[in-house]
T-cell receptor, first 109, second 113 residues
């Protein structure tokens, strides 16, 4: 069975500080990993996917197959980064996603 | 711009009532999904559908059923609502060609008294 674990329920950082959201997964094949974000009073939306290897809003995430991790990082957090972040995985079943429990990020001024 | 709409933002029902949650997408997506979102548990998949009249159980289908009579519409049905079904319900859709990117509706917050 596939599983996604986000060990931190809440991350509180000061503006300008680095932020790292942890995501670990279990899956027997080759998964595709994603980060979704939900800002206050907005709908859930895709932030980035590992196959794109791109930086979105200053965030990057590297898939580490050896450690089965897909941590999300940003070197300098901004107040507008305050949101709920979900790590998600899809495998051979195609579009079916398995989500982690979510991490709430609070960036303080 | 992809649009997924849900029939209600807030709903209050009584235990034992039959509840219908409607979701409509306007992007001709093949796939549609129903999740419930609970603090600390993230999003859990209830049911999904890859095509009209097709449905598959997700991780927590008990107490729910679905209907997809038209490609753009996916309904979630609570046959007999219970208090433990109080939650935020999210609908999503995706195209088969874009693995992993799902487009979400605004959510329906259901309270069962």
């Amino acid at each position: 069975a596939q599983r996604v674990t986000q060990p931190e329920k809440l991350l509180s950082v000061f503006k300008g500080a680095p932020v790292e959201l942890k995501c670990n997964y279990s899956y027997s094949g080759s998964p595709e990993l994603f980060w979704y974000v939900q800002y206050s009073r907005q709908r859930l939306q895709l932030l980035l996917r590992h196959i794109s290897r791109e930086s979105i809003k200053g965030f990057t995430a590297d898939l580490n197959k050896g450690e089965t991790s897909f941590h999300l990082k940003k070197p300098f957090a901004q107040e507008e980064d305050s949101a709920m972040y979900y790590c998600a995985l899809t495998g051979a079943a195609g579009n079916k996603l398995t989500f982690g429990g979510g991490t709430r990020v609070l960036v303080k001024p | 711009d992809v649009k997924v709409t849900q029939s209600s933002r807030y709903l209050v029902k009584r235990t034992g009532e039959k509840v219908f949650l409607e979701c409509v997408q306007d992007m001709d997506h093949e796939n549609m999904f129903w999740y419930r979102q609970d603090p600390g548990l993230g999003l859990r998949l209830i049911y999904f559908s890859y095509d009209v009249k097709m449905k598959e159980k997700g991780d927590i289908p008990e107490g729910y059923s679905v209907s997809r009579e038209k490609k753009e519409r996916f309904s979630l049905i609570l046959e007999s609502a219970s208090t433990n079904q109080t939650s935020m319900y999210l609908c999503a859709s995706s195209s088969t060609g874009t693995s992993g990117e799902q487009f979400f509706g605004p959510g329906t917050r259901l309270t069962v008294l």
